[in-house]
């Protein structure tokens, strides 16, 4: 019976294919049957050619397909049914534009054909695999314990996920939701709230010196970014002790790190390890996997083609309607940038789906992926604008579809979805306040040399400036007066320190007029880290206010900034706020709280980047608005992340519900630890001894 439905689906799909060269045949010049049972001919070879031949010319053509989008596949499969048909006496076919209109039509006949019926080719591929199931089974081979899917959807915040879930966005996560099949629980991130921290904390369960998205390593001299191959695969270097949480034969797709995967692609960490000679832990095979097992079906190069161009389009479209609408906080959508949102949202999305079907067909235990389309849409749209929510949409059919096929792979499988940290909204502090953080920093610290007012205002990085423009520059120089009670006490200070010359020890730079060729500014989202190129150690509170007097109390009093950390010789490191400081040593609050706005975890949160061995001389965590969730990133985003303040720090995890509770965990690390025991419970990993067990254990 089984066997003569696939005879029938392999029917249609040939009946279909042979219609359309006979309506193609009438209405496209340039492509001519003679006979009718050409069609049917044709119509074969295209199949024979899309089943037998396609795959093996992926192997040797795969980048083509992958860098274009699919366009460069069609244009070979093009090029193939110019040459097929020509061996075929009566039929006539002009060349590649013709034979590209044949391939459009005929796959996308045959794709609507097999959606009006529900003909579903996971169905046909994990129905085959559960025959292959069944008989190991029938053999003695057991059952196995269910497999897990992670799937991260990327920078999707908790109030955002509940949205998608009550209007209808997100069906799929609904109906789990509703029918009590899995439960929705929080997380909070760490004050890193962006991918390289979490992921690191969440696969390798450490997440130590991550300080951003990138920092100033002092001891190599460089800058070191998450999404640099080489960094990533040193700071996997760094957390990974071989028992992460995909190191018991599990698949990393789509990720910054590996968490120990045997199986991995799309991970940026691997790639150093991938293009070295072989014979290392990570399998180099699997590097283009996902990639080719998608591409190889050329209908699917044809639906990613044509949906990579629908979402070109789309960004187009909706760019220009918030341009017209005057939609605030918008920022310069153009560019290669459309391009880049089709390859996240169409192209990596359809991919890592693929892998993720080869992995349950596998019978992997544990796969880890992240879905990055919202995220990326979100930094340039908003949060819940109409565009961002449409991304999620797609990415709840996609799970979706995971689910429909891990109910018919060869074991079962339990999904559970998750972020690694959520967006706040606002308008980027360049657009707000006129100039970039960099150039703030520089400013006080006597960059440029002169009367600021002699320069021209600087050009802002994305976006028009509002209407109240004007009111910027009253704004900047009330920030750069020290009008506010801290900045008035740093001052206090620096006057005192000045009138002493004993506090200032023999060999310390004088306060310099120009020392922005010594400063480097790198921006994380929603933090700054400003560090001291020419001073090796961790620069103290006392040496920047004798070096740069006005940088600490310029910083504090602008309206953009929320607080500063920084160390003290005498009192350790201190939070500070326009209003009050907060001594993380012992707690000791004067003034206002600056971390009140930011939570119950922010003191323990600050605290914990503070004993980093490569936290910056300063950081700085943008200015947010509990009332309006409204903060301003130092990166040209609408929605964005990486620090403290709004929903930016709220992650979510929805999990079976017949699983344990994972609490409240705060951090990465923490949530590693449920996910660890979530497995653990399933047989999948070993528990993770403390260090007396350890001890214990090796000893005996």
Request: net charge negative.
């Amino acid at each position: 019976m089984r066997g003569g439905r696939s005879l029938a689906r392999v029917l249609l799909v040939w009946l279909t294919a042979t219609v359309t060269l006979w309506v193609l045949d009438d209405a496209l010049a340039g492509f001519d049957m003679e006979h009718w049972w050409l069609a049917p001919v044709c119509a074969l070879l295209l199949g024979a050619l899309a089943a037998v031949v396609w795959p093996l010319v992926m192997r040797v053509a795969l980048p083509v397909a992958v860098y274009t989008f699919g366009l460069g596949g069609l244009v070979l499969l093009s090029v193939a049914v110019v040459a097929v048909f020509s061996v075929v006496p009566g039929v006539t076919l002009a060349g590649p534009f013709e034979a590209l209109a044949v391939v459009l039509a005929t796959a996308v006949a045959t794709a609507l054909v097999s959606a009006l019926l529900a003909i579903d080719s996971d169905e046909i591929f994990f129905r085959r695999a559960g025959r292959r199931a069944r008989h190991h089974h029938d053999a003695g081979g057991g059952s196995p314990s269910p497999g897990v899917l992670f799937l991260q959807v990327d920078g999707l915040g908790l109030p955002t996920l509940r949205r998608a879930v009550r209007d209808g966005t997100m069906p799929t996560l609904a109906r789990w939701l509703t029918e009590g099949s899995h439960q929705l629980s929080d997380w909070h991130t760490d004050w890193s709230a962006q991918t390289g921290a979490s992921q690191c904390g969440i696969l390798h369960g450490d997440n130590d010196d991550v300080v951003g998205f990138r920092w100033y390593d002092k001891d190599r001299r460089r800058v070191i970014t998450c999404s640099s191959p080489g960094d990533a695969a040193e700071i996997e270097r760094r957390h990974s002790d071989g028992h992460g949480l995909l190191s018991q034969d599990g698949a990393g797709r789509g990720n910054l790190f590996t968490g120990d995967a045997a199986h991995v692609s799309l991970t940026l960490s691997a790639v150093p390890l991938l293009t070295r000679a072989r014979g290392g832990r990570v399998r180099s095979d699997r590097i283009g996997a996902g990639y080719y097992a998608y591409f190889a079906n050329p209908v699917n190069g044809v639906r990613t083609a044509v949906a990579a161009l629908a979402d070109v389009v789309r960004e187009l479209v909706d760019a220009a309607r918030q341009r017209r609408a005057d939609v605030r906080p918008r920022i310069r959508r153009g560019g290669l940038y459309p391009l880049a949102r089709a390859g996240t949202t169409v192209v990596a999305r359809d991919v890592l789906v693929s892998a993720l079907l080869e992995d349950m067909l596998a019978g992997r235990p544990v796969a880890y992926a992240d879905f990055v389309g919202y995220d990326e849409v979100a930094h340039h749209s908003g949060i819940e604008r109409a565009d961002a929510m449409h991304v999620l949409r797609t990415i709840d059919q996609q799970i979706g579809r995971l689910a429909r096929a891990a109910a018919l792979a060869p074991r079962p499988y339990e999904l559970v979805v998750l972020s690694d940290h959520g967006q706040t909204q606002g308008q980027a502090f360049t657009d707000r306040f006129g100039e970039p953080v960099e150039h703030l920093v520089g400013r006080l610290c006597g960059e440029p040399d002169g009367d600021p007012s002699d320069e021209e205002p600087p050009e802002p990085v994305r976006g028009p400036l509002s209407a109240d423009g004007w009111q910027l520059g009253a704004t900047l120089a009330e920030a750069g007066s020290g009008v506010g009670p801290v900045a008035r006490m740093l001052a206090a200070r620096r006057t005192r320190a000045d009138r002493d010359p004993a506090r200032t020890p023999p060999g310390e730079p004088a306060p310099a007029s120009r020392a922005a060729p010594q400063v480097l500014v790198l921006a994380s989202g929603h933090t700054a880290l400003v560090s001291f190129t020419d001073v090796d150690d961790r620069v103290s509170l006392e040496r920047i206010e004798r070096a740069y007097p006005d940088l600490l109390p310029g910083l504090v009093d602008h309206p953009g900034v929320g607080f500063l950390l920084v160390r003290g010789e005498e009192d350790g490191p201190m939070v500070l706020g326009r209003d009050g400081t907060h001594r993380l040593a012992d707690g000791v609050v004067t003034g206002e709280d600056p971390l009140e706005p930011y939570g119950p975890h922010a003191a323990a949160l600050v605290a914990r980047v503070d004993g980093f061995a490569h936290c910056a001389d300063i950081m700085v965590n943008s200015r947010y608005d509990p009332v309006r969730e409204d903060a301003s990133p130092f990166e040209p985003h609408v929605g964005s992340h990486g620090g403290l303040g709004g929903p930016q720090n709220d992650a979510f995890v929805l999990y079976p519900c017949t699983w344990a509770e994972p609490g409240e965990p705060v951090g990465a690390e923490a949530l590693h630890r449920v996910l660890r025991g979530w497995l653990t419970d399933l047989g999948h990993l070993l528990p993770v001894l403390s260090d007396a067990d350890a001890g214990e254990a090796r000893a005996s």
